[in-house]
T-cell receptor, first 117, second 116 residues
Framework: DAGVIQSPRHEVTEMGQEVTLRCKPI?????LFWYRQTMMRGLELLIYFNNNVPIDDSGMPEDRFSAKMPNASFSTLKIQPSEPRDSAVYFC???????????????FGEGSRLTVL | AQKVTQAQTEISVVEKEDVTLDCVYETRDTTYYLFWYKQPPSGELVFLIRRNSFDEQNEISGRYSWNFQKSTSSFNFTITASQVVDSAVYFC?????????????FGTGTSLTVIP
């Protein structure tokens, strides 16, 4: 079975450029999460969606960050304009939400490593 | 409020030694879930185990075992006869499932180095 698929795996860009990270959750999962991991801050939750609706975006650092989930099989995380401090590994994860006879664990993608010069 | 504490930032052991990774959680929920994830040097996050709050049975899977104690709000992870391949960062997480969907709270991770 395909897991959570993220693209690109690596992205190097210059400060000020727009960055778009993409995620395809596991088919049938209806909760999707975007995390950011850095050495300084560890694993941070940026935003999560339930049934394509953003539930909690309090972790989104600032207005330069935006996330969308236009349908159940696709989500994007956009940074515009990017800054060097945005350099991190961005993980997408999905799970089944309550009431669907599931075990509820998060399944992570392999991450997108972003470097902003 | 929910919180997960992994007090051990880094641990080093010599191969074949046993090692226990500590995890302490805080929640006022009566129903919750606990997880362990492994992040090897390659970077992916791999799910290891999930326990429900109403199931305090300990679990063993090969060289891995987990000790869940509600009385002390702990969910510790023991690796028996450690191997170099066990070198990774291990994350403990607390999950809750309100009507708005799953929520997860991660600890800061414990970096385990197994020395050959």
């Amino acid at each position: 079975d395909a897991g959570v698929i993220q693209s690109p795996r690596h992205e190097v860009t210059e400060m000020g450029q727009e960055v778009t990270l993409r995620c395809k959750p596991i088919s049938g999962h209806n909760s999707l999460f975007w995390y950011r991991q850095t050495m300084m801050r560890g694993l941070e939750l940026l935003i999560y969606f339930n049934n394509n609706v953003p539930i909690d975006d309090s972790g989104m650092p600032e207005d330069r960050f935006s996330a969308k989930m236009p349908n159940a099989s696709f989500s994007t995380l956009k940074i515009q304009p990017s800054e060097p401090r945005d350099s991190a590994v961005y993980f997408c994860a999905s799970s089944l939400a309550r009431g669907q006879g599931n075990t509820g664990e998060l399944f992570f993608g392999e991450g997108s490593r972003l470097t902003v010069l | 409020a929910q919180k997960v504490t992994q007090a051990q930032t880094e641990i080093s052991v010599v191969e074949k030694e046993d090692v226990t990774l500590d995890c302490v959680y805080e929640t006022r929920d009566t129903t919750y879930y606990l997880f362990w994830y492994k992040q090897p040097p390659s970077g992916e996050l791999v799910f290891l185990i999930r326990r429900n709050s109403f199931d305090e049975q300990n679990e063993i899977s090969g060289r891995y075992s987990w000790n869940f104690q509600k009385s002390t709000s702990s969910f510790n992870f023991t690796i028996t006869a450690s191997q170099v391949v066990d070198s990774a960062v291990y994350f403990c997480a607390l999950g809750r499932r309100p009507n708005t969907g799953n929520q997860f709270y991660f600890g800061t991770g414990t970096s385990l180095t197994v020395i050959p």
